[in-house]
């Protein structure tokens, strides 16, 4: 059984900076694809960034150069590192281990960006 438990989300000016974490219950050294995703209300859940076993990453064109994700596999932790929040990113941010049928998702965590 895996569980992931996020924290780090909260409200912010936006300008702002958040860290979100995704502490996973076992090791996720051999899982190629971590990611974090956020959803609003009415809208479909939006991959944001990704980062593989072997650090590469992906992020979505519109955080790129504000966001940045990471892994610790010694912590079995996934971070996600935002700066400049823009108030259109007001979410829930959920953190994925896996593709496919051996996806597991976090609990999500809010982030809130005021004007």
């Known amino acids: 059984q895996v569980q992931l438990v996020e924290s780090g989300g909260g409200l912010v000016q936006a300008g702002g900076s958040l860290r979100l974490s995704c502490t996973a219950s076992g090791t996720i050294f051999s899982i190629k694809a971590t990611a974090w995703y956020r959803q609003t209300p009415g809208k479909q859940r939006e991959l944001v960034a990704v980062i593989f076993n072997d650090y590469r990453t992906n992020y979505v064109d519109s955080v790129k150069g504000r966001f940045t994700i990471s892994r610790d596999n010694a912590k079995n932790t996934l971070y996600l590192q935002m700066n400049s929040l823009k108030p259109e990113e007001t979410a829930v941010y959920y953190c994925?281990?896996?593709?496919?049928?051996?996806?597991?998702w976090g609990q999500g965590t809010q982030v809130t960006v005021s004007p």
């Open positions: 994925k281990l896996g593709r496919g049928r051996e996806s597991y």
